[in-house]
């Protein structure tokens, strides 16, 4: 049996479904797949990008560099507004525009982060579905773990088959072939006061480990393979995928979704189809936001000013957008280590990658971007400093919970900001995540026009305290790179703050200076959350319930990471997943009860 062709908007115009998916990302594909399960409905997934399978290089994980530069129609390219702590720069956010969304380009490690977060969501929705112990299964259900990994890195990982799965749909594992450098980067974290952590996805990733990766036999395994491959689409006839095609607008009526406005973009025609059951948006934090707001769901005051009839006054919808944001510090180091970046500075080198790749999924080309090692660390002068106690005792305490790390930093192969176009040099990158970022940004709309860009602001570093954790982090950062591990290895810093590296007082180093360096550098750090936030029914900046029921609405629901009603320390992906499968769920009971009265 063969999978359906994805069609284009043209093909189903005027058409009726029974449920309409609005977005093929991570929680898209999860949902539609879902929902495609229950027998005789008919099920619409609309997805802005193109079909997965047109870009083979997706699955290759030493690729997914390049992706990001040169992968023009597999990506939204987002510019923000100046950003006044940046030096007035504007950023631009990268996010995929193809069926399998961010999975399909984003770096493969999964990383759950802790039971904590999990917690706080269950606390802050009135939900205990979203506690630890009850996400823990879901994640297991998604996984297909591997614990296999090289004899020599055993000490450094201790995974317990409890807190994993190993027939779910997501292949997770260490990695086949592994990168340079993991042992000294793991004894260099030693040596700064950071512990092992023996399995970063066990509910407290505090310390230094291994990664994790959602790769397997060389591939990327991502959303659509996983949840929409061609064995899933040949057995599901009941779900039709449209591409190229962008979710303009809702139409309802008394807070019932009547249909969706489409735009075609290969034909760059407008047509419409039409709802019988629930509308899903699964456009992410950027994307669902817009259609709402273009569709009469937004804070009153800017729809009347656009002037888009008001059906729904939500002020929370495009508010309260929280990130990480991402700085490295870069090394030169000794030339006999293979590094990343040489495969696509040397033609003859990316061949013979290339050649073998192809010929067995093994070599560079499998083994970057599938493998490394990674700290989680808690870093204590950020509890010592001022900005620190302004803040109030809510955020102390969420701070302050001892299995919630303060950072995330990275070993990364080959030069990330600095360039140098010599195959023969060898660089090395930390790349920090900063976390527990307090700033607030915001997502809105320049018109109603749906052609327009959108106007988004993260307002990075805008509250005190993430400047300090920046300054702190990068400090770490600093500190690790001068350990005695990284004698012989590291020859000099080319891109960091502008300090003597090998002789400054790390501890002194002036805020000036690192500020500096940083506003310079820091970028987004791809994790956007929380412009459709999730909460308990009187909170007037909450957009969804903990069902994903848009408040004001009978069936529409949001579920993608712009609902996350806190910035979890982990890789966001994740989040993405458990959401498309809670949602799912819901919309699976919500069918069933409906089905079953009907019966009565």
Not at 358 to 367: I, N, R
Request: charged share 20%.
């Amino acid at each position: 049996m063969q999978p359906q062709p994805t069609l284009s908007a043209t093909a189903i115009s005027g058409q009726t479904f029974d449920y309409i998916v609005c977005g093929g990302g991570t929680s898209g594909c999860v949902i539609a797949a879902g929902i495609a399960s229950i027998p005789d409905v008919s099920v619409l997934l609309i997805e802005a990008g193109r079909d997965s399978g047109l870009a083979p290089d997706v699955l290759v994980p030493g690729k997914y560099v390049k992706q990001l530069q040169e992968d023009k129609e597999g990506l939204w390219e987002l510019e923000t507004v100046p950003q006044p702590q940046l030096n007035a720069r504007k950023l631009t956010f990268l996010r995929g525009k193809q069926i399998g969304g961010s999975s399909a380009v984003n770096y493969m490690a999964l990383a759950r982060g802790p039971a904590a977060d999990y917690d706080e969501w269950a606390k802050i929705v009135g939900d205990d579905g979203w506690k630890w112990e009850n996400i823990l299964p879901l994640m297991k259900q998604l996984e297909d773990f591997d614990p296999k990994m090289p004899a020599y890195l055993e000490k450094f990982a201790a995974p317990r088959a409890g807190d994993h799965g190993a027939s779910g749909p997501l292949k997770i594992g260490f990695g086949d072939e592994v990168v340079p450098g993991i042992e000294t980067f793991i004894q260099a974290c030693f040596e700064t006061g950071i512990p092992l952590c023996p399995d970063i996805n066990s509910g407290n990733p505090v310390g230094v480990g291994l990664a994790q990766f959602n790769v397997r036999d060389g591939e990327r395994s991502y959303a659509a393979n996983a949840f929409l491959g061609e064995s899933a689409r040949a057995s599901q006839n009941n779900l039709t995928i449209v591409t190229n095609t962008e979710c303009d607008r809702l139409h309802s009526r008394d807070g019932v979704v009547t249909g969706v406005d489409l735009y075609d973009r290969l034909n760059e025609a407008l047509v419409h189809v039409y709802c019988r059951e629930q509308t899903v948006l699964c456009a992410g934090t950027f994307g669902s936001p817009r259609i709402l707001l273009l569709s009469g769901l937004g804070p009153r005051d800017t729809l009347e000013r656009l002037n888009i009839p008001v059906k729904v006054d939500l002020p929370g919808c495009g508010q309260n957008m929280l990130d990480h944001s991402i700085i490295t510090c870069e090394y030169k180091v000794n030339n006999s280590i293979p590094t990343h970046n040489q495969l696509f500075l040397d033609p003859a080198m990316l061949a013979k990658a290339e050649a073998q790749y192809e010929k067995d999924h093994t070599g560079p080309l499998a083994k970057f971007g599938s493998s490394g090692t990674l700290t989680f660390p808690r870093i204590q002068r950020l509890f010592e400093s001022e900005e620190f106690s302004d803040l109030s005792t809510k955020e102390k305490d969420f701070l302050m919970e001892p299995t919630r790390p303060s950072a995330e930093i990275w070993l990364g192969s080959g030069p990330s900001v600095f360039q140098d176009d010599r195959p023969s040099e060898s660089y090395m990158t930390h790349e920090l995540l900063l976390q527990n970022n307090l700033s607030q940004g915001t997502v809105s709309i320049r018109s109603n026009n749906p052609r327009d860009q959108m106007i988004v602001n993260p307002n990075f570093m805008n509250h005190p305290f993430d400047r300090r954790i920046a300054i702190e982090t990068v400090r770490m950062a600093l500190k690790i790179a001068r350990t005695k591990a990284y004698e012989g290895t590291i020859e000099r810093m080319v891109h960091g703050p502008d300090i003597d590296f090998t002789t400054a007082d790390l501890d002194a180093i002036g805020d000036e200076v690192m500020l500096d360096f940083i506003r310079q550098h820091l970028d987004q750090g791809y994790h956007s959350v929380s412009t459709c936030r999730m909460g308990r029914a009187g909170d007037p900046d909450v957009v969804v319930d903990a069902r994903f029921r848009v408040k004001g609405m009978k069936n529409l629901r949001v579920a993608d990471l712009s609902v996350c009603p806190i910035l979890t320390c982990n890789h966001t992906q994740i989040n993405a997943y458990l959401i498309g499968l809670r949602c799912a769920k819901e919309m699976f009971e919500s069918h069933k009860a409906r089905h079953q009265q009907a019966k009565l």
